[in-house]
């Protein structure tokens, strides 16, 4: 599959590492967009938040147990924001659902 993230899940693509385990793979952004920005993926390929349902969700959960430990691992400690673009009109780029954590910083309070 021509999935950039599958390719970095696989080790075809380097990337920055913070964490790994069986359901879940966090590193840092190529772009950073905040002093902190990473990325959390599960490793199975769903295309977005939209291909969310009941047989995947629990990777979801895998996601979220391992936020605030991964914000505190990367040096996070004033908060922290959550972002997830699904789809065109969210100007989503990787078509392999991914959960952005930025901090290090104040982030603006608009939404964009
Ligand atoms: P999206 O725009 O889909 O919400 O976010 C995709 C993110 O993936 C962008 O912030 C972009 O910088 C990041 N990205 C794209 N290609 C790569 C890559 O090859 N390696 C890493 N580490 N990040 C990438
Ligand atoms: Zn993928």
Redesign the pocket.
């Known amino acids: 599959m021509d999935c950039?993230f599958c390719k970095?899940i696989s080790g075809d693509?380097p990337?920055?590492k913070l964490y790994e385990d069986e359901n879940i793979l966090a590193?840092?952004?190529?772009?950073p967009?905040a002093p902190i920005h990473f990325?959390i993926v599960p490793k199975l390929h769903i295309e977005s938040a939209d291909g969310i349902d009941e047989t995947n969700s629990n990777v979801i959960t895998k996601v979220f147990e391992k936020i605030p430990y991964l914000a505190r691992e990367a040096g996070i400690k004033n908060g922290y924001r959550i972002?997830?673009?699904c789809g065109k009109d969210a100007?989503?780029?990787?078509k392999h659902l991914?959960f952005?954590i930025l901090g290090g910083k104040q982030l603006p309070g608009e939404m964009g």
């Open positions: 950039i970095i693509i990337s920055k590193f840092h952004d190529i772009h967009q990325l972002i997830s673009n100007c989503q780029s990787v991914h952005h």
